[in-house]
């Protein structure tokens, strides 16, 4: 799926857009959202979003200065196009096939692209269509998908009686996130703030609630001026964006990670023209560990 050249329409450099940020409740109470339906007579989240105009900078042609341990966020290009595009796959519509492809392709560009690394296991995925309609769609709220809390619950979820020896090294949530559209995204890229940049202060944690079943923890993030916002012009089915959610080593004084998780949220770019294509997306969540 590689292209060389993209249309003109394709809305480059900085730009100033509109991004869905969280107050933080009042003290002594819990953010929390229910994942599907709340219980009677309770509301679905009681988060009050706080909407800014930012700026946001291209990334485009200075892809090399952000780095995971530094920004929370990593680029990959010229990546081979996936068996699951191939006549054998789904093209990205069926999960099982998505699995059975792409899982494979995610797990070596993790394991050749993160120094150390020596372990990856994939948790799940999300499909978004442009359809309003669809299951899924563009989220335009910034959030990071995990917390430490979390991270922790994903662990020994996920890897049973492994769980206690791999904690005691290093750990991380890795989304790796690319464009499914046949020409570059033109509508509702993805934005992201350098790790860097955030403060504690900026982070709320989610109470993430599903009914009789497991309750994990993401995080809102408060508008802070001081954040710095970045998007990557024009994505091609070639590129991937590594988000990095959680890093053990970022709890660990002098460890040289600068916080290791990134917020981001899809924004609506006001340069679009009215009949671009929508975008489409997956994101492939992992565990990854090492060194």
């Not at 990856?120 to 499909?127: E, K, Q, R, S």
């Not at 996920?158 to 750990?171: F, S, V």
């Not at 570059?184 to 609630?209: F, G, K, N, T, Y």
Request: net charge negative; aromatic share 8%; with cysteine.
């Amino acid at each position: 799926m590689a292209i060389t050249q993209a249309p003109s329409s394709v809305p480059r450099g900085l730009v100033t857009a509109k991004l869905n940020f969280s107050h933080p409740p009042p003290p002594g109470v819990k953010a929390f959202n229910w994942v599907d339906k709340a219980p009677e007579g309770q509301p679905k989240q009681n988060l009050i979003q706080d909407s800014r105009l930012v700026p946001i900078t291209d990334i485009r042609g200075r892809e090399s200065e952000f780095t995971l341990d530094k920004d929370a966020f990593q680029v990959i290009s010229g990546v081979p196009v996936s068996a699951e595009e191939s006549a054998s796959g789904s093209d990205f519509t069926d999960d099982a096939s998505i699995a059975a492809n792409y899982y494979p392709e995610v797990e070596k560009l993790l394991l050749d692209n993160i120094p150390g690394s020596s372990r990856v296991v994939i948790f799940d995925h999300t499909v978004r269509r442009a359809d309003p309609n669809a299951p899924r769609t563009a989220v335009q709220q910034v959030h990071i998908d995990q917390t430490a809390y979390s991270a922790e619950l994903r662990v020994r979820r996920h890897l049973g009686d492994d769980a206690d020896a791999l904690l005691k090294g290093r750990y991380r949530i890795i989304n790796v996130w690319r464009p499914l559209n046949k020409n570059p995204v033109e509508s509702m890229p993805l934005a992201v703030a350098s790790s860097s940049s955030l403060q504690e202060q900026d982070v709320i944690p989610v109470e993430h609630r599903i009914l009789g079943g497991y309750h994990g923890q993401t995080a809102a993030i408060a508008y802070n001026p001081n954040q710095r916002w970045y998007y990557w012009s024009g994505m091609t089915g070639d590129e991937r964006l590594l988000l990095e959610c959680f890093d053990s080593e970022a709890l660990k004084e002098g460890s040289g990670v600068a916080g290791g998780r990134v917020p981001h949220t899809a924004f609506d770019d006001p340069r679009t023209r009215a009949d671009a294509e929508g975008r489409e997306s997956i994101e492939v969540r992992t565990l990854v560990f090492g060194p």
